[in-house]
């Protein structure tokens, strides 16, 4: 993360029109490649495949991921231009192989569903992107606004206190501080998932909605974004990359999903105004 001075956008804002600091997430977002496609067809137990093609040109790094698929033949790619069914997804990959800041050399594989109203035209477009690249650009641009999906820090197993932050029990309490005062009422007679106990804390999946995408980087080498001895436990940003207005869960390494967002209620879309992009070092140096 980093900070930028910029106008604020929000019309609503006690600060509506003035230049205001705000945090800055930085995600560098290389293209994706599309593996395959699968078209599913609702049953009596639930979405099942119906038809799956995949494309050539794979990189090696995917058969560390799963087997690799040679390319469907002309006679299946034409047996999947007439198959039907409900929905059609691609299979797509990382390409972890472009960025420097992350160790691990393995695509992570999930599935996207193709929007849209009629289904042959979907079905077409899945076609077309085989063995082709989707870059950032076509994501988002300028000024909208995006929901992102990642998985929080994990902290592992924590007790009472750190996990909820709960009352310490006084000091001459005879068993134990660290620890709540009751579990509830003895009616009704078990424990309600209100009371606050020990467990798991962190590495959940959480949404943040409606992000406001900043700016939109195709090469960061000519427009400066990385600060002076790089991104904390990161480094740098080398690839395309795009600028979030806030915070993002997880950590600096972990993988993150954009997606259309599903609560907006934003019509017209406006370029922000950026004053100033710190690039200044995080390290203290």
């Known amino acids: 993360m980093t900070h930028a001075f910029m106008v ?5 804002s006690t600060t509506a029109g003035q230049e205001v600091s705000v945090p800055v997430t930085v995600v560098e977002v290389p293209p994706l490649r599309i593996a395959g496609a699968r078209v599913y067809a609702r049953g009596a137990y639930g979405l099942r495949v119906v038809g799956e093609v995949w494309g050539g040109d794979a990189i090696e790094e995917l058969g560390r991921a799963l087997p690799t698929h040679p390319a469907s033949p002309k006679e299946k790619l034409d047996q999947f231009g007439t198959v039907v069914g409900e929905e059609v997804r691609l299979i797509v990959y990382t390409q972890p192989h472009l960025i420097t800041g992350i160790g691990s050399k393995t695509p ?24 082709k690249e989707v870059p950032a650009e076509q994501l988002a641009k300028e000024g909208e606004f995006v929901d ?24 001459k309490n005879s068993k134990h501080r660290r620890m709540i005062g009751t579990l509830g009422p003895h009616n009704p007679s078990f424990v309600s998932y209100r009371i606050p106990q020990a467990g798991q804390q962190g590495y959940h999946r959480r949404t943040q909605f409606n992000m406001r995408v900043l700016r939109v980087v195709k090469d960061p080498r000519t427009d400066l974004l990385t600060p002076a001895g790089g991104f904390p436990h990161y480094g740098e940003v080398r690839t395309s990359c795009i600028l979030l207005h ?13 997606r259309t967002p599903i609560r907006s209620r934003v019509v017209a879309v406006e370029k922000v105004d950026i004053r100033y992009l710190s690039t200044r070092s995080k390290q203290g140096a």
């Not at 599935?111 to 063995?131: D, H, I, W």
């Not at 999906?149 to 932050?165: E, M, N, P, Y």
């Not at 390494?253 to 954009?258: G, H, I, N, Q, Y």
Request: charge should be positive.
């Open 148 to 171: 992102v999906l990642g998985v929080t820090k994990g902290f592992g197993f924590q007790g009472h206190i750190q996990r909820w932050g709960v009352k310490l029990q006084p000091r």
């Open 8 to 12: 604020d956008y929000r019309k609503r």
């Open 246 to 258: 806030g915070s993002v869960p997880g950590p600096a390494k972990r993988l993150l999903r954009f």
């Open 108 to 131: 992570s594989v999930f599935e996207v569903r193709v929007a849209g109203e009629k289904f042959e035209e979907r079905r077409a477009y899945a076609l077309s992107m085989l063995g």
